[in-house]
């Protein structure tokens, strides 16, 4: 069975077998060289002016984001359950909360959310998502943060980046927080949680907040190259060596370069089939298709192919399905999925099966290698 949801991802073998070392103690100088490691191979995926990695999976981090950054009323994007959550968390907590509210397949803009600000002077922390899970969404995050920054720099931008840390690179200029969670892009089990922190955010966390979330106290620890509580010492020695894995193979560059041809080249092979795109602005994270007959194409691919996708939740079930762009996926296994999906549509009488998913998407995803190779 391929695994094509959008997280969890499959874990690479060197990454498995990493982690099925003996277990080490966490206070020890050979875990501290690791985490050092780690941590340092994390500034060159963030971009950020600190990292803090967090025993949690990444709706923790969403809370220690909140919680810490946010000291007033929160501003967030509801375009997904996702970003839903964000609003949640802040009414958890006692604090304020703005909501923008949009259909799932609609990307915020940044006029709205200046909007919103001008008419909630008391919002001093915006959250949003990079790519808002539930629909395959793309927001302009880097758009919307610079006109915050713009119209009032003392304001938290904090990115929800689980399946966009690892899938593209992040112009991280204006965002405060960047988080990041093991088992979507970065290709690990659940359970690890990673916050990028910019200079002002570090300023207004300050002694910071809560207990276990305080991310003052895991900032002055994990600088020491140690974390507070015990770490998760198997999780961040596979996210060492997914690192060491995805750099073996070319690099960042080549990983989002990779994934970026892979989206275009299944989007336009499943148009060529007669589907429809269901985000105005589509994340690369995910393909996500919607379609009358989206449970019988998912359960097909399944059932008859082998291909697990993943369905949609809330008023999207049974209306869409997403497949997986995150990780190092070779392009021989996304022909295979696209070719599924166009042989389950032929089953379903839909139309006639005669190869075009798989030959469109070998078109556009070689092409554009070749043209590079000759550049
Ligand atoms: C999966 C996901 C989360 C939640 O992460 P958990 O690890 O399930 O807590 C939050 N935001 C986005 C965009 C996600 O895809």
């Known amino acids: 069975m391929l695994l094509f949801t959008p997280g969890p991802t499959p874990v690479p073998e060197s990454v498995r077998l990493a982690m099925a070392t003996p277990t080490l103690h966490h206070r020890t100088p050979e875990f501290e060289a690791i985490f050092k490691e780690t941590r340092e191979a994390l500034f060159d995926l963030f971009g950020t002016d600190e990292v803090v990695m967090l ?20 501003l967030n994007v509801n375009a997904g359950k996702f970003g839903e959550r964000f609003g949640k968390i802040a009414q958890a907590h006692g604090l304020g909360n703005v909501e923008i509210k949009h259909e799932w397949d609609t990307p915020a803009t940044a006029e709205e959310v200046i909007d919103a600000l001008k008419a909630n002077p008391s919002v001093d922390a915006v959250a949003v998502q990079i790519s808002e899970s539930a629909g395959g969404l793309r927001h302009p995050v880097e758009e919307i943060a610079a006109a915050i920054k713009a119209h009032d720099p003392k304001i938290m931008v904090i990115a929800d980046g689980i399946t966009a840390v690892g899938v593209e690179r992040i112009d991280v200029t204006h965002i405060d927080a960047l988080i990041a ?53 198997t999780l961040i020695i596979g996210l060492r060596a997914i690192l060491k894995e995805i750099s073996q193979r070319g690099g960042l560059g080549k990983l989002y370069c990779d994934t970026a041809r892979r989206a275009k080249a299944t989007r336009f092979a499943l148009e060529a089939l007669g589907l429809h795109i269901y985000p105005k602005s589509p994340a690369k994270s995910m393909t996500t298709i919607d379609d009358p007959n989206a449970k019988e194409i998912r359960d097909l691919l399944k059932t008859d192919f082998g291909v697990n996708v993943a369905g949609g939740q809330d008023h999207l079930k049974g209306k869409i399905f997403r497949i997986n762009q995150m990780g190092l996926i070779e392009p021989y296994e996304m022909v295979a999925a696209v070719n599924a999906v166009e042989l389950a549509l032929a089953k379903l009488g839909r139309r006639e099966f005669d190869g075009t998913a798989s030959r469109v998407f070998n078109e556009e995803y070689f092409k554009s290698a070749l043209k590079r190779e000759d550049a």
């Not at 981090?61 to 009323?73: G, I, K, P, S, Y």
Request: some cysteine; glycine content about 10%.
């Open 181 to 233: 969670g093991s088992q979507k892009a970065l290709m690990l089990p659940p359970g690890l949680a990673i916050i990028g922190l910019s200079r002002a955010a570090i300023e207004k966390i300050g002694e910071g907040k809560g207990y276990y979330f305080n991310l003052a106290t895991e900032i002055k620890k994990q600088r020491q190259n140690t974390t507070a509580y015990t770490a998760a010492t």
């Open 55 to 74: 025993a949690s999976t990444g709706t923790g981090a969403m809370e220690a984001a909140v919680t810490n950054l946010c000291h007033d009323t929160l």
